[in-house]
């Protein structure tokens, strides 16, 4: 099925419903856990563009870039699950198969901490570069890794970037019950004649504005601004129609010490309030499938 634009969505008459807890706005931390899977010149013949500071000025290694990666790894990804823990809050990694088999002992820690592993692909890879045969084939085998690794089967996906096939192709996969390679709502939304149910994710709200070449963000304050802003819009928004919020971090932006006290103060921030849900995306998905069942598509 060739991808289909909508430009209507609910439009004025979105659905009324309460979130569980009766809540009027559900809010999805989203970790984008990564890190060892990026673009490598010698691995995939690409040099890594994000990060810290900008590319080399030729296609050879970047070992300095590298070694930012590793931070994630080493350091970082311990730190925000520490934070977690103390705020007891639940969060969606969407993690690649590649950076769970990196370090198995982090993979462990993320899901029994309770917490939800998202497939993100084998590698950090664009799908649209590939075949339909080919992404297929990359997409089996992340399901395989997670399930091996993880002892579960990943039930969301984001590419990052797919192709107009990787909504079909995850939809032939029996355990995905949702896509988040979306970001044009509010709400989740069922897509197409099968009804796949599409949780949208968020391109503003997230920390990745802090690297080159975005460089929007430049202070932990900064960014808590931009995060406190969205929600309060939303949190009034959500008294007439509930609302779905998602914050984007990765484990080598957030998992920095000048940098996550801004999830941290997010957090505190969003407890303050009456009528707020934080979730899983699996969680928001299974309540959306059992509360709405595809009257949307």
Same mark, same amino acid.
């Given at each position: ?127 649209? /570069?590939?075949?339909?045969? *080919?992404? $297929? ?5 992340? @399901?395989?890794?997670? #399930?091996? +690794? ?105 998992? /920095?010490?000048?940098?996550? *006290?801004? $999830? ?5 921030? @969003?407890?303050?309030? #009456?009528? +707020? ?21």
């Amino acid at each position: 099925m060739v991808y289909v634009r909508d430009f209507r969505g609910y439009g004025e008459s979105p659905p009324d419903f309460r979130w569980p807890g009766d809540s009027t706005l559900a809010i999805s931390l989203v970790v984008n856990f990564e890190e060892g899977a990026e673009h490598s010149y010698p691995v995939d013949g690409i040099v890594e563009t994000i990060g810290e500071f900008g590319p080399p000025d030729d296609r050879v290694r970047d070992v300095g870039m590298e070694s930012v990666y590793e931070y994630a790894q080493r350091v970082g990804i311990w730190r925000m699950l520490e934070l977690f823990r103390a705020k007891g809050v639940k969060s969606t990694f969407f993690a690649t198969a590649t950076s769970l088999l990196l370090n198995p002992d982090a993979a462990r820690r993320i899901v029994s901490d309770g917490h939800e592993i998202c497939d993100h692909g084998y590698r950090w890879t664009e799908l649209y /570069r590939m075949s339909h045969d *080919k992404e $297929l084939e990359e997409i089996r085998k992340s @399901v395989e890794v997670i #399930q091996k +690794v993880t002892g579960k089967p990943p039930v969301g996906f984001y590419a990052r970037e797919p192709s107009e096939n990787t909504l079909d192709i995850v939809q032939s996969f029996e355990n995905f019950i949702y896509d988040s390679d979306a970001y044009n709502d509010d709400l989740p939304y069922y897509y197409g004649q099968n009804g796949f149910l599409i949780l949208p994710y968020t391109p503003d709200v997230n920390d990745f504005h802090f690297l080159y070449p975005m460089n929007r963000f430049s202070t932990s304050t900064e960014f808590f601004e931009y995060m406190k802003d969205s929600f309060d819009v939303l949190y009034e928004e959500s008294k007439r129609k509930p609302k779905m919020m998602s914050v984007g971090t990765h484990v080598r932006i957030t998992g /920095r010490p000048g940098r996550i *006290k801004a $999830l941290a103060r997010f957090i505190d921030y @969003v407890k303050e309030h #009456q009528g +707020v849900w934080i979730a899983t995306r699996e969680e928001i998905a299974r309540f959306w499938l059992s509360n709405f069942p595809r009257l949307h598509a």
